[in-house]
Structure formats: C-alpha cells, structure tokens
C-alpha cells in the first residue's frame, strides 16, 4: 500500500509500511472489564510489598554508578537481565546527538534498541508536519540510501489537502487558530527481533496520543496502541532505519479515569519534555 493512501494516514516505510492514525471510537476491548470499587487490607500489603521491591530493583540497577565500570556486556544479549527483558542494563544509551536527536548508539543489541526506540519519538512526532523539522528527521534517523525517497514521499503526504483536513489540520500543516495540535509516541518497551552484527530488527510497543487540543476541538486528542518493527542497519558508525511495520496494540484495559479538560492536555504537553531512552 502506498503513503499517498489517504485512508490510511501517513508513514515512511516500503510498499508494505502503513503508518495509521489513532482511530475514534470508545469500544471496550475486554467488553466490560473493570476494577474493583474497593480495595481489601491484603492487596494494600501486597501494593506496598510491590513498591519495595520495586525501589530495591532500581537501587541494583544503578550500583554500577556513571563510569559504566560495572555494567554487563551486552553485545550478545546474556548479560545480567538478558532474562528480563523491561529491566534496565546502567549502560549508557548515547554519546551524542544529531540535531535534536539522539545519536552515537552501540554497536550491539542494546544500542539497536535503544536506536529504535529513540528514533520512533520523533517519527511520531507533531514536528513531522513541518516541511524543514520533516526533512531533518528523515536525515538523521533513516539510511542515507533511503532518506531521499523517505522525505518524497512524507512531502507528499503532508502536502495532501483532504488527509490535512480530515485530520482537522489546515492546508499548511498548522492547527487552527485557538486550538493545540498533539501527535507525540510514548515507547513502553522494546525487544530484538533479529540480530547479525550489522543488521537488526527491533519492535517497540508504544502508546499514542494525536489530535486537536482546545476549545471547540472536533479532533480531540485520543490514545491508541501500536507495535512497530524497525529493520536497522549499522552506517558510518551508527544504527539508521531501513523500513519498518506497523501493526496494532497489544491494547490494554482503559481505567476508570476522566478525561481531562482541553486546555489541561494542551498544557500538558507544553509543559512536559520527552527523554532520551535506553534499554
């Protein structure tokens, strides 16, 4: 299927690659799944128990302290936490940057990793629906080889008036006066699907806010799940995306919570930064 596909949003991969927007709708998954009203004095015990644990992990984790003196090897994926793949390794993910965006990965399993996940952020970003932003994403995160054809085909997407207004977006890429537009992915982990030393394939599960924040907004901002399979390759010292695949979820149960006001979420991410991530 091809980018100009206007059913199907926008994306930068091979024929195959689709990329979809978060789609509407207020469907429960499970069908009713919810949590209990109240809370017994043994699951209080068992939160606790959980919370200690859980700050006893993070204190073995970070013993190896900032020189990476004690961190494992990871270039063969058996280090310590190799069996537990959400666990963090204390090595650090990056020795640079390009632009605003990370750079200088390992040339190892964790560096693909840490080389996916890093690079989806701004691949999902508001910032792609900047002509000048656009071209230096593509620059920096995809293979020189393909960037080329990766920022043809995103510029003709972009520049389609019927995708810009059905995602309530004027024919310039910019939202409408009064209202705040909201694309930004939110990586919840990562696993190697494949690994030979230069080459990698690494999927990254990650939530997905997108929409229009503001009064009177007819695109408000949604959440939606994706796991997305980057194929990887080692170019002049650094991981660089050769394509990739989307497919959808897993999606978790909603909870019970409100949503919050326009103005609340459109603060919200004027107000909170991203991160640089690492496995």
Known sequence: MSLGDENDGFGGGSGQTRTRLPEGGSGDVYEGARRPAARSSRSLITVVGVVVLLVAAI?????GGSDGADSPDTSTGKGPGSGAPTSAT???PVTGKNGQIPA???HDQQGAQSAAVNY?????????FDTSRRHAIVDAVYAPDIAAARRSDLD???SDKGFLTRIGLEADGKAPSGLTFISRVIPVGSKVEDYNGDQASVSVWFSSLFGLAGEGSQNPVSESWYTTTYQLRWVNGDWKVADFQQKDGPVPVA?????????????????????????
């Open 59 to 63: 204190a073995f984790a970070n013993r």
């Open 90 to 92: 204390g090595v650090r």
């Open 104 to 106: 200088g990965f390992a």
């Open 120 to 128: 989806s952020v701004p691949l999902g970003s508001a910032d792609m």
């Open 156 to 158: 003709k997407v972009h």
């Open 255 to 279: 909870r019970d919570q409100a949503a919050s006001s326009a103005s609340e979420m459109a603060d919200a991410v004027d107000q909170f930064g991203g991160f640089t991530y690492a496995r």
